[in-house]
């Protein structure tokens, strides 16, 4: 189990927390190095994204700073399929994004991968979807919900598959912590996995500050709390976040908390 979260953690603190909770549950670790190919930019859907680019790389394989984890779990995965029928990995480290200014925008992100006999253990998805669920919980997070993805960053929507994938949001917040789904179909051919492949891709820096948040001491309540159940029909064009952020307001201080 997880050591409870307290303010005032380190990064790397908190890094640590998140290995203990992965190891834990059964994955393994990855090390990549932070280039990969040009070749890997592409077939990850990923060469839209303006690369920093090295002017002399030991190899060709090492051309580009990445700017997701994403490209080497998968070439993990195509190697590991030759002595493994299942596998569950994870990576925390660091990307590198053009931002304009001299120096690149650094974000420190956790990616994990889940491939699995799912005539056995049931749908790739679903297991990586309860992953991300238990580590929030035990993070104390309880304001996430997993949301449409609606392709909300061009450069990587194709990266991902159309249908069963969803964003991992924060209520009342316009911030999302990342995305859980499975690898597009044409993702996974490129790098030879011909079998689905579910992942999830956390920014650790967003996540950190909401867990901290969520820990912060509260009096016990004087009263019990009742729940009410109520049904309702919207159209299609009206967000989850809209509904739940009216009932919280309409509600006010007397309601604790909405799920849809």
Known sequence: DMAPLQLGYSREEFEKIIKGYLTGAGFSEMYNYSFYSTNDATNSELGKIKHLELQNPMNPEQALIRTSLVPGLLKNIKENLKNFKEIEIFEVGRTYLLSGDVL?????????????????????????????????????????????????????????????????????????????????????????????????????????????????????????ISERDVSMVASEEVKIDDILQIIQEAGGKLVIDTDL
């Not at 609606?150 to 911030?175: F, P, V, Y």
Request: aromatic content about 12%.
């Open 104 to 224: 690149p925008q650094e974000k420190n992100m956790l990616v994990g991968a889940v491939f699995l006999d799912e005539k056995k253990k049931g749908n790739n998805f679903y297991e990586a979807k309860g992953y991300v669920d238990l580590m929030l919980q035990k993070l104390g997070v309880d304001t996430y919900y997993f949301d449409e993805f609606k392709n909300s960053d061009e450069n990587i929507s194709s990266l991902w598959h159309k249908t069963r994938c969803a964003e991992i949001k924060i209520k009342g917040s316009k911030e999302f912590l990342g995305y859980v789904g499975e690898i597009s179909p044409s993702v996974l051919q490129k790098f030879g996995i011909e079998k689905r492949v579910a992942m999830f891709e956390i920014d650790l820096g967003k996540l950190q500050k909401t867990a901290r948040g969520e820990r912060e001491f509260k009096p016990l309540r004087k009263f019990p």
